[in-house]
């Protein structure tokens, strides 16, 4: 299925549909193409392969990986020292212990198996013409994956899906991010001061004078000139769909000020939706550089205006079906999708560890900027953290019915954050945990009795509270994570926290210097 998940796709989804464009399931593969105006899905092989290495004239292969904390790595090997062997067996070059979250020193040994299907031409890179596959991670000497894998979790959530009693699982993250014209900070000098600053020549304080600034969270779908990102984007959209097979049909700007952008990518299979994120995320860093920008996915970098988030939808599918769609319940949502929903709320704070795994996520998490703060469901209430998007009705909307989380942000790991969420919503549907009723009111107008009347409860206030919450809750997660990756993540993310909270902030000094 070919399917993209932004806020007025469902009439795109319509046309495609109406194109017979819409296969099952089980055909569905990546990488894209658009051909004749059609997508049209491309599979290669390893030999497949190596005939677009030498009909191209690729000289170097970028090997890409991702580290459990999401970070995007790479080595480059030269393709005429790459054989099929490599690509059947993997390459020996891998040191574990340098990578965060991956292995310690003393067993550090690691193979880079590439997966052929995610080739793709790096535009960019045009005096020496490369490409790029992505790779899974296996420990030396035969021992299997290595477990701390992102990517290799992500796929071991697909094949526990199947013994649950449904086939696939389809995801679309909304990744949204900022892009400044230049960023500087000071962190390393901290008694002679420290600073960050942006240039946006967007923002309400440039200097420039060139340009016509938007005021804070007013950026939604300004037009040009206000909107200076547009060839920017546009050049992303391009990249994606030509070179990387990752289909995108729409593109804006987002609501706050100063450069925050939004690109819909089409949804698709778990592993392969968070691949199309991860190269989404450095598409979008690499074309900002080309532009002489730079892009960052930081959840929270301008103070009172709108953070960026990576709003989930997700949908379970069985014998070709969308288990989520019921066409007699009053919102068509089925049980097994409820339960899936009630399975989110009821590990909502653990979640937050993983789908907001930095001190900064925490700065987005709060009232009164767009973001989900309160754990609740609704259909078309979007300060509730689960919506059910409910745009249009019948069976031949059967294909839209899904779940929007609206917590995860950008800096989280995508393979990680699908893995927890699936985990938490198959509880959810094993224990048959009931969502309640749906919120309709605006839960930021709510005073606190009213909340707790209607059983509304808080995501964790800071990285701090959610790592306690996912101390204490963690089992619903073994099914796919071992309790040493569930470790490490704390391990990792324990440190990020403990730099934060040993350092007064500047601001502090405007608060509480006379004291």
């Known amino acids: 299925m070919l399917i993209s998940f932004c806020c007025d796709i469902e ?8 194109r017979g464009y819409f296969c099952s399931v089980e ?24 005939a677009k290495i030498k009909q191209e004239e690729i000289k170097f292969i970028d090997l890409q990986f991702t580290s459990l904390p999401g970070r995007f790595h790479h080595t480059t090997i030269s393709s005429n020292t790459f054989t099929s062997d490599q ?15 991956f292995t310690s020193i003393d067993d550090s040994d690691l193979i880079l198996k590439p997966d052929p299907n995610s080739f793709a031409i790096i535009p960019w890179m045009t005096d020496k013409k490369s490409a790029r596959m ?44 900022f892009v400044f014209d230049k960023i500087h900070w000071d962190v390393l000098t901290p008694y002679k001061g420290q600073s960050y600053s942006i240039e946006s020549n967007e ?34 959209v391009e990249v994606l769909n ?16 100063a450069g925050q952008c939004e690109i819909d990518i089409n949804y698709d299979k778990m592993t392969n939706a968070a691949d199309s994120a991860q190269s989404y995320k450095y598409v979008a860093r690499n074309i900002a550089k080309q532009h002489g ?10 103070s009172m205006d709108s953070g960026s988030g990576m709003h989930t939808n997700v949908s379970l599918w069985k014998a070709g079906k969308n288990a989520f769609y019921d066409k007699d319940d009053p919102i068509e949502l089925s049980q097994a999708g409820r339960y899936f929903c009630g399975g989110i709320m009821e590990h909502a704070k653990a979640l937050a560890a993983i789908t907001n795994p930095t001190t900064n996520s925490y700065h987005r998490l709060v009232p009164g900027y767009e973001a989900p703060v309160y754990i609740a469901w609704s259909t078309a209430n979007r300060s509730a953290t689960i919506r059910i998007p409910g745009h249009f009705k019948g069976e031949k909307y059967a294909h839209l019915k899904r779940l929007e989380y609206r917590v995860p942000d950008p800096s989280s790991n995508p393979y990680l954050v699908f893995s927890a969420v699936l985990s938490a919503g198959l509880d959810g549907i094993k224990k048959k945990t009931d969502p309640g009723d749906p919120i309709h009111e605006d839960i930021y107008k709510m005073s606190r009795s009213q909340r707790k009347k209607l059983g509304i409860g808080v995501l964790p206030a800071n990285l701090g509270v959610a790592l306690d919450e996912l101390e204490s809750d963690r089992s619903f997660l073994n099914p796919i994570f071992e309790d040493s990756v569930v470790d490490r993540i704390i391990e990792l993310e324990r440190k990020d926290q403990r730099e934060i909270s040993i350092r007064p902030h500047p601001h502090e000094f405007y608060l509480y210097f006379d004291v």
């Open 203 to 236: 923002a309400p304080w440039s200097q420039e004078g060139t340009g016509y600034p938007m005021g804070l969270q007013e950026g939604y779908y300004p037009s040009t000139p206000s909107d200076t990102l547009t060839g920017y984007r546009n050049d992303c």
């Open 11 to 18: 009439t795109h989804l319509i046309i495609l549909k109406s």
């Open 134 to 177: 992505l790779c899974d991670i296996y420990r030396g000497a035969g021992r299997g994956r290595l477990e701390t894998d992102p990517r290799g979790i992500c796929q071991k959530a697909e094949e526990h899906l199947k013994t649950q009693g449904f086939d696939e699982s389809f995801w679309g993250p909304e990744v949204e991010f």
């Open 87 to 101: 690509m059947e067996d993997g390459l020996p070059k891998l040191d574990g212990s340098s990578i965060v979250g």
């Open 242 to 257: 030509e070179n990387f097979g990752i289909l995108c049909d729409n593109h804006h700007h987002e609501v706050a000020t």
């Open 27 to 50: 055909e569905k593969k990546l990488p894209y193409k658009v051909i004749g105006g059609k997508p049209t899905r491309v599979e290669y092989s390893a030999d497949d392969v190596f």
């Open 293 to 302: 920008k730079i892009a960052t996915m930081m959840p929270k970098p301008i």
